[in-house]
């Protein structure tokens, strides 16, 4: 979804609201992480804006931005040295000017929220995705398979149902 659908998904009450924590999210994101971080935060600051209530509508839109990217970088192991972008997550918080608990405990609320966690597919950076073992397993006939060494046909019927985001073998 692109960022002027994701802003027309948002309830007009909140929409101010959704506007300045997204810009926030994004020039820290395009600053210190990458593209694929900032789509991602625009995306869940959509999300929860789209909640009833939505909790955005209270406390600070830096402690939200810090708080989204942080529940962001959680879900894409970003204090990781083996990833990349990498950032330790005080790094993140110092950047947003906004505590560490608080970040931590905000990025507990937004994971309950949007029932979120790591390897969500749904959260996940694009580039990861092949890393993630957990998008690639599907419960065939009882027995859990790795789709990727599937044949052909099983992959194509996985992709059409939706279970996974992509046929390996046509990303290449």
Not at 71 to 84: C, E, P, S, V, Y
Request: aromatic content about 8%.
């Amino acid at each position: 979804m692109t960022k002027s659908a994701l802003a027309a998904s948002v309830p007009k009450a909140i929409k101010p609201r959704y506007d300045e924590i997204v810009a926030l999210a994004d020039a820290f994101c395009r600053t210190h992480l990458n593209d694929e971080y900032a789509d991602l935060a625009c995306r869940m600051t959509a999300a929860l804006s789209r909640k009833r209530p939505s909790p955005l509508a209270s406390g600070q839109a830096r402690v939200w931005a810090c708080s989204i990217v942080y529940t962001l970088g959680q879900i894409n192991f970003l204090a990781d040295a083996t990833t990349k972008p990498h950032m330790a997550m005080a790094d993140l918080c110092a950047g947003f000017g906004v505590a560490q608990s608080t970040a931590g405990n905000k990025a507990a609320s937004i994971r309950k929220a949007i029932n979120a966690n790591r390897f969500d597919p749904t959260w996940s950076l694009q580039s990861l995705t092949d890393k993630n073992p957990f998008i690639w397993m599907l419960e065939i006939n009882g027995f859990i398979i790795d789709v990727r060494n599937a044949p052909r046909q099983v992959q194509q019927l996985a992709f059409d149902n939706g279970l996974i985001p992509y046929i390996p073998d046509e990303k290449l």
